[in-house]
């Protein structure tokens, strides 16, 4: 959406919630009444099986929406915990009809992100079934570079929100292993990191790795 149609849009959505950092935005099984669209802040979606064992399904950036998965049985299929101290803007799913009158592109919008979260989903399943370690973990530098470069930010300088051990439940790899490959990743020239700050320093040599046949 161009600035001005996201003003627009920040005109006509006056609910606002802030959610604090590890706290829950909403809970798997809840009921769906509306769909949330960050303005500030991170959030992760996860899965918890009956023994509490969580599994991180997404990382959600500001522009992005929380909450679409929910629209099919409209019950949250999952939980949505603020990584930091979070703002979202609320649409009600029965203002949504409303708003498109008044800005046409919502609607084209919405399909734009369901679609990007089935593709990302796509993704997900390939990394964690064909790709090596370190493929998927350059994988997740360069997706977060894209996207946070299509909000208007910085493609190659970030801070991660995620904790290594939550990149690492994501892309089905052990805490040990992302800090090992994100030390390596430094010693090659690939990237600079301090605790959750990074720079990647050649995005060549990350897309050749992240896109390298499998052996």
Known sequence: MSP???IKLDQLITKRIQV?????????????DA?????????????????????????????????LDGLI????????????????????????DILAQHLPILQQQFR????????????????????????RVAGF??????????LGYS?????????????GNYLGLTLETVSRLFSRFGREGLIRIHQREVQLLDLKALRELANAPCD
Request: hydrophobic fraction near 40%.
């Open 20 to 32: 604090k950092k590890a706290d829950a935005l909403f809970h798997l099984g809840d009921r769906v």
């Open 141 to 150: 530098l360069l997706n977060t570079s894209q996207r946070l470069s299509a």
């Open 73 to 96: 049985e409209l019950r949250q299929p999952s939980h949505a915990i603020a990584m930091e101290n979070t703002e979202v803007c609320v649409i009600r799913l029965d203002e949504m």
């Open 112 to 135: 734009r992100l369901m679609s990007k979260e089935i593709q990302r989903s796509h993704q997900m399943v390939m990394s964690l079934g064909l790709l090596l370690s370190e493929q």
């Open 4 to 6: 001005e149609q996201r």
């Open 155 to 167: 493609s190659t300088q970030f801070v991660l929100r995620a904790s290594r051990e939550d990149i």
């Open 35 to 67: 769909v949330y669209a960050i303005r500030s802040g991170s959030i992760k979606t996860q899965l918890e099986d009956a023994a509490g064992r969580a599994q991180i399904t997404g990382f959600l950036l500001p522009g992005e929406i929380a909450g």
